[in-house]
């Protein structure tokens, strides 16, 4: 695509994006030295009258509305082959999506977003608009004095609420669209709304967006420890029937407020949701001549069958029941998942399925072990792990053999039943984090995955 140099008096910088309808490029006001972000309707689209005339829409009532919560709509032009173009403003910092790609967020900062996006669609409901895409990446981030703001934008498939509710064509995305909104001919509200803000809650809470309606799984299944007012109403807003919904976004978004005035949330994202590797599938044949597997010899359990699994740098070996090496990922992970400072270090997965390793529904069986940085102060499992995946107490043991000192935690109320461990080499300065997951409560399994892990030369 050709970049143009003017679009009437701004500027063009760079091409931002493109969605279905528009190209958007961020530009510069050189009489008021400002950036700005402009969106053109596609030539295809425009000739197209109708879609046309919905250009034109999206920029009035984001003029009309002209709130702090809104991308606000400068000027609306037509340029010489009758395009038109909207100049806005420019958001500087991406867009929710981006942020939850990386994630799960903390809950106080998926809280405020919340609100502010709440505060966003009240603005169109009040206006007698319905928004009818609600997503991550229709929500704008933009650096302010004091921080990041929310600005709602793309209300490309935006509806007057009094001609909702006759015939009204599908339109949104799915995954964020209620059920009836869905159906060509639906009879739609602003209770649409209201469940694609629930449906954004559940992403930025549980890091993926819900599957479809109707949504069975509470976030707070997914995310242990949540306040079970945020789990009721997330789930209260996605209901199949929009009766259970709260009645517009001003109802969801007081219900937000009032959860943010709990005491003692907590702020952290759990540590098993920030560490996310992404692992590589590799199938099991390969695994034999890529990780040298070998089985192990006297000490394996009886009818277990270990076998040795080594990275694929060469630093460490570790033991892992025959029966769950189904697929392994051996050439390394991030730290900084586990909020640890440094780059990437050896590690290893291996497990009935690398992609359901940190599943919360229906976790794979399997071990990893990954080498933590060097550093002067070796990390306890206490500074790893600052929240739990199971209910219950873990049962604590400290390591001490011949190899290794640490710690072991096992959760035996989780299925699968899980342990994790960090082991301080006892002749060297390395230290391992070792998670194990098992589906049964077969007992010493832990033991014998750190008996056989050992350092290579
Ligand atoms: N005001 C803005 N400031 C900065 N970036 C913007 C702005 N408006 C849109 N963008 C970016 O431009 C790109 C295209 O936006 P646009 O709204 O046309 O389509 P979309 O939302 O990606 O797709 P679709 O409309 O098909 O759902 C997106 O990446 C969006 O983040």
């Known amino acids: 695509m050709a970049q143009p140099d003017m679009f009437g008096r701004y500027r063009v910088i ?12 961020l530009a510069h006001d050189d009489r008021l030295d400002t950036p700005v972000a402009i969106k053109v309707l596609a030539e295809n689209w425009a000739r197209r009258m109708d879609v046309h005339q919905r250009f034109m829409e999206e920029a009035r009532i984001l003029r009309q509305t002209d709130s ?53 669609v009240t603005v169109l409901h009040r206006h007698g608009t319905i928004h009818r895409d609600i997503k991550p990446s229709n929500v704008l981030l933009l650096s302010s004095p004091v921080g990041q703001r929310v600005l709602v ?24 669209m209620s059920p009836e909104q869905s159906v060509p001919g639906g009879d739609i509200d602003v209770r649409v709304d209201v469940y694609s803000l629930g449906a954004v809650a559940y992403e930025l809470i549980t890091g993926r967006p819900p599957p479809s309606p109707p949504v069975r799984t ?69 695994l034999t001549a890529a990780v040298l597997m070998t089985t192990t010899g006297a000490a394996a359990l009886p009818g277990l069958r ?25 050439d390394g992970w991030e730290p900084r998942e586990l909020g640890l400072l440094g780059g990437r270090q ?33 990390p306890g499992l206490d500074q790893l792990i600052d929240s739990v995946p199971c209910p219950g107490e873990p049962v604590r043991r400290t390591l001490d053999t011949a190899r290794w000192t640490g710690e072991i935690r096992e959760w035996d109320e989780c299925a699968p039943r899980f342990g994790a461990a960090v082991l301080h080499a006892r002749h060297g300065p390395e230290t391992i984090y070792l998670e194990v997951r098992q589906p049964d409560q077969r007992p010493g399994i832990v033991d014998q995955v750190i008996d056989g892990t050992r350092l290579l030369e």
């Open 68 to 120: 702090n919560w809104l991308v606000r709509v400068h000027d609306l032009d037509v340029l010489p082959d009758e395009r038109p173009y909207m100049v806005m403003t420019y958001a500087d910092q991406g867009s929710v999506a981006d942020l939850v790609a990386k994630g799960p967020l903390p809950l106080d900062e998926a809280l405020r977003l919340l609100t502010e996006i709440g505060q966003g």
């Open 153 to 176: 934008a793309d209300l490309g498939f935006a509806k007057s609420i009094d001609q909702a509710s006759g015939f009204t064509a599908a339109a949104g995305t799915p995954g964020y």
């Open 218 to 286: 509470p976030p707070g299944r997914i995310r242990p420890g949540l306040p079970p007012a945020l789990d009721e109403l997330i789930m209260a807003a996605l209901s199949t029937d929009r009766a259970n919904r709260p009645r517009d976004a001003q109802a969801f978004t007081d219900r937000v407020r009032a959860i943010r005035m709990t005491p003692g949330l907590p702020t952290s994202v759990p540590w098993w949701m920030r560490h996310r590797p992404k692992w590589v599938r590799t199938a099991a044949a390969v």
């Open 306 to 330: 270990f076998i040795d699994v080594r990275d694929l740098n060469g630093r460490f070996v570790v033991a892992v029941p025959h029966a769950w090496a189904h697929e392994a990922h051996a």
């Open 14 to 25: 760079r091409h931002l994006g493109s969605g279905a309808f528009a190209t958007v490029w």
């Open 346 to 378: 050896p590690g290893v997965l291996v497990s009935t399925d690398t992609g359901r390793w940190r599943d919360a529904e229906s976790p794979s069986y399997g071990v990893f072990a990954g080498l933590l940085p060097r550093s002067a102060e070796q």
